[in-house]
């Protein structure tokens, strides 16, 4: 099941506020959410969010519980190597896991063109994440498929991933600067979500 919701939290200090999107995967691809939100900080922004999810078996004793944890540093979003303002953490929450991709989106001043675009796969309860710069959404994911990566996929898997990819002519829009494509690869599901930073 995915769910996507766009929030804006709105505060006196407008200018100071940032677009964050928050890609969420429930125990293994069971459930995804997609969020995104504005805020004046990561942090500000990763309690919003907390206070929006819904998924089985986390109530407000265990968002509480992932304040708590937050808040005492037990658990925090670290940075991926090597991308910009990307961050990924996980929780463990009544025995079910939670991956979270939060993307901080930048400046309409700073966006150039090409733009970047940050690619977040889940594919057989795994998670792969790219940054990269491109003209649109397609040629985003274009040129993500051209870099695939034997590491991650297997020779037929590729295959399959590419020409679907290829095929593709148009890609659905979930919210601002968000796109969401799958389609299945050897009977299992993959989905891409494609977020302009």
């Not at 006196?12 to 069971?30: H, P, Q, S």
């Not at 991926?80 to 303002?85: A, D, G, T, V």
């Not at 979930?174 to 969401?180: N, R």
Request: proline share 2%; hydrophobic share 40%; net charge positive.
């Amino acid at each position: 099941m995915v769910r996507i919701m766009l929030i804006e939290i709105s505060t006196e200090k407008e200018d100071n506020m940032k677009r964050y999107t928050f890609i969420a995967d429930y125990e293994y691809g069971n459930s995804i959410s997609v969020l995104q939100l504005k805020s004046e900080s990561e942090k500000q922004a990763l309690f919003s969010w907390i206070d929006h999810i819904s998924f089985p078996f986390i109530k407000e004793k265990g968002k509480n519980k992932m304040r708590e944890e937050i808040n005492s540093g037990i658990t925090y979003p670290c940075c991926l190597q090597r991308m910009k303002n990307i961050s990924y953490m996980f929780q463990i929450i009544n025995g079910k896991r939670i991956d979270v991709h939060i993307i901080e989106h930048f400046d309409l001043q700073q966006i150039s063109n090409p733009s970047f675009f940050v690619i977040v796969v889940l594919f057989k309860g795994g998670t792969y994440v790219k940054q990269l710069q491109a003209f649109n959404q397609l040629d985003a994911l274009s040129e993500w498929a051209n870099h695939l990566s034997s590491r991650y996929f297997k020779r037929d898997e590729i295959i399959v991933i590419k020409n679907c990819i290829c095929e593709t002519k148009t890609i659905l829009s979930v919210g601002q600067s968000i796109w969401k494509h799958s389609f299945k690869v050897s009977k299992n599901d993959m989905s891409i979500y494609i977020v302009q930073q």
